[in-house]
C-alpha cells in the first residue's frame, strides 16, 4: 500500500514539476544552448588534419589491409530541434523530477520516524528541498560553473568524479546537520562542507574556448556567464517547484499511511508525538 502511494505521488509530483522546468529551461536556458551550438557547429567544421587509412588485423596469420571510411558515415541520433527536442526534454525532466520525488519522501519518511510527526508536511519538503539545492546545484557550482556547448574549463571525468565528491559531501553534511542531536554535529558538517575545496576542483591548464576565433570566443564568454545566471534559476524553479508539489503530494498521498505502519510498528518518535491527541 505504501509502496503504490509513493509510487502515485512521485508520479504526480515528476508532471508537475517537469513540466514547470521544461517550461522555464525553454524561457531561459534553451537559447542560450542553441546559440553556443552554433558556435559548437563551426568549431566542428573546421578541416582536420589528413588521417591515414585505418589499418585492421584480422585473423590470426594474415596480413592487415586497410579499410577506407565513407566520409558520409552514420551520424549519431539526436532529436531534432523544435518539437522533437521539447518533447524528449519534458521526458527527461519527467524522470529526473520522479527519481528526486521518491529521494525527497524517502528523507521526509526518515525524518518522521527520527523525529515524529510534529512538523508540517510542506514545510518539511522546503527545508529538504533546500537541502536539495544546496547538494546538488550551488555547492557544486562554486568549484565547477555551468557550462555551454564548446566550452571546456576541465576533462569531463575529473569534473564528474569532484561533481560527486561535492553533491556527497553536502549531502551528508546536511543529514549530519538534520538527523544528529550532537553537539560537534555542525563541526563534522563543516568539514564535510570543505572536503570538495580541499581536494580542489579540476581546472584544464589553458583556455576554455581554445581553437575559436575572436568572435566566436568573446560570444562563448557571454553566453557562459549569462548561462551561468540562468541555471541557476532553472535549479531553483525545480527544487522550490518540488518542494511544493512534492509537499502536497506526500501529505495527501504518503504521510497517513506511513504514520499508520509507523504505529503499528510502535516507533516511538511517533507515538511520543501522537500519545497526548
Known sequence: MIFQRLIWAALATAVVVGSLQTGVQRWQAAPLILAAEVYEEQKAEAPKPAEAPAAH???AGTAPHEHEHPQGAAKEWEP??????????????????????LLLFAVMGVW????????ASLRLAGVVAAA?????HFWPSLGLHAEVPGMEAAPLQARQLWWVLAVASASGA?????????????????????LPFVVGAPKLQGDALAGFGPEAHAALEQLGAQFIWATTWVSLSFWVSLGLAGGWAFQRWVRPA??????R???PAVVAVQAPQ
Open 112 to 119: 518522521l520516524y527520527r523525529r515524529g510527526a510534529a512538523v
Open 258 to 263: 506511513l504514520l499508520a505502519a509507523l504505529q
Open 132 to 136: 536539495g539545492w544546496l547538494s546538488f
Open 174 to 194: 546536511c543529514a549530519v546537520a538534520g538527523f544528529s542531536r550532537t553537539s560537534w554535529r555542525w563541526l563534522v558538517a563543516a568539514a564535510l562542507l570543505a
Open 265 to 267: 510498528a510502535d516507533a
Open 80 to 101: 531534432a530541434n523544435g518539437a522533437e527536442r521539447t518533447g524528449w526534454t519534458w521526458v527527461a525532466n519527467m524522470l529526473h523530477a520522479f527519481s528526486m520525488a
Open 57 to 59: 588485423v584480422h585473423a
